[in-house]
Nanobody, 121 residues
Framework: VQLQASGGGLVQAGGSLRLSCAAS?????IGWFRQAPEKEREFVAA????????YYADSVKGRFAISRYNPGNTVYLQMNSLKPEDTAVYYC??????????????????WGQGTEVTVSS
């Protein structure tokens, strides 16, 4: 499975960006993770293709929204009310069906190359 993340850029605090993750084929779920400089990779959001159940990190609830475009294999991450602390490289990842926490990055089987998001204050 190949994943292509896009949509990152520079935005002022309070602004919005929409990230896209195009997958070569559909898997069980797609997740977004981010990694800021000198910090560990952290979970942002995830969505299950079948049914569309969504999961969010507490830090982004109410500001970010993950969605899927069923005719294609694309997942979006709409990011609103961005804060400087949202600055990071954002990665999308896909996983096969398994019993594991959606936020556990080690459980994801395929990773995209990342797209950089910079939020200025």
């Amino acid at each position: 499975v190949q994943l292509q993340a896009s949509g990152g850029g520079l935005v002022q605090a309070g602004g919005s960006l929409r990230l896209s993750c195009a997958a070569s084929e559909r898997t069980f779920s797609i997740g977004w993770f981010r990694q800021a400089p000198e910090k560990e990779r952290e979970f942002v959001a995830a969505i299950i293709w079948a049914g569309g159940s969504t999961y969010y990190a507490d830090s982004v609830k109410g500001r970010f929204a993950i969605s899927r475009y069923n005719p294609g294999n694309t997942v979006y991450l709409q990011m609103n009310s961005l804060k400087p602390e949202d600055t990071a490289v954002y990665y999308c990842a896909a996983r096969r069906p398994k019993i594991a926490a959606m936020a556990a990055f080690a459980e994801y089987d395929y990773w995209g190359q990342g797209t950089e998001v910079t939020v200025s204050s």
